[in-house]
């Protein structure tokens, strides 16, 4: 079935460090991954996302890079500040004709003043 | 404009009592999706609705219905509530393929004593 695996399941930081995130995803007809921030007790909120005919997207101090090659995307964020502190989810879609997501298991990341 | 609206949002049942968790969207969304997020697993998919009229079974259906009951809403049934059925549930929306992802509900919080 469809996975996605997701790495690593912690990250501390210092803040102003930088933070990757990466997940590897199983379905070479995947045409679409977001990532989502996910504050505690809050709802899973969209963060950035890629399709599959780029390879690389950025916002501010967010950025998604795409090897399709090697099926894998991570996430960059830049300059980390404690707000940036939550847990972040990476997901695709596989192809086909239905919109469903397939979510890695989350990075608790960690910025420390 | 509410996006996607969850009720209720803290239940505690006991073992072998059912009860529905509603999801409304007013996006206009075509797709809908339940999911149920614990510890360590990430979201998992309980059931979803790629357009009205339709469902289809996600990673762990067992112990679960769904009803598409019109565009807007998508109700999610625990006929005889397990134990291990205590998670927080998750409603997401979403549009055609092109569009931006999921819009998740607030999420409700169940407990099954």
């Known amino acids: 079935g469809e996975n996605v695996e997701q790495h690593p399941s912690t990250l501390s930081v210092q803040e102003g460090d930088s933070a990757v995130i990466k997940c590897t995803y199983s379905d070479s007809a995947s045409n679409y991954f977001p990532w989502y921030k996910q504050e505690l007790g809050k709802r899973p909120q969209l963060i950035i996302d890629i399709r599959s005919n780029v390879g690389e997207k950025k916002d501010q101090r967010i950025a998604v890079t795409l090897n399709k090659t090697a099926k894998h995307f991570s996430l960059h964020i830049t300059e980390t500040q404690p707000e940036d502190s939550a847990v972040y989810f990476c997901?695709?879609?596989?192809?086909?004709?239905?919109?469903?997501?397939?979510f890695g298991k989350g990075t608790l990341l960690t910025v420390n003043p | 404009n509410a996006g996607v609206t969850q009720t209720p949002k803290f239940q505690v049942l006991k073992t072998g009592q059912s009860m529905t968790l509603q999801c409304a969207q007013d996006?206009?969304?075509?797709?809908m999706y339940w999911y149920r997020q614990d510890p360590g697993m990430g979201l998992r998919l309980i059931y979803y609705?790629?357009?009205?009229?339709?469902?289809d079974k996600g990673e762990v259906p067992n112990g679960y219905n769904v009803s598409r009951l019109n565009k807007r809403e998508f109700s999610l049934r625990l006929e005889s509530a397990a134990p291990s059925q205590t998670s927080v549930y998750f409603c997401?929306?979403?549009?055609?393929?092109?569009?931006?992802?999921?819009?998740f509900g607030s999420g409700t919080r169940l407990t099954v004593v």
């Open positions: 997901a695709f879609r596989g192809g086909g004709s239905n919109y469903k997501l397939t």
């Open positions: 996006m206009n969304h075509n797709s």
């Open positions: 997401a929306s979403s549009g055609d393929v092109g569009s931006s992802g999921y819009t």
């Open positions: 609705s790629a357009s009205e009229g339709t469902t």
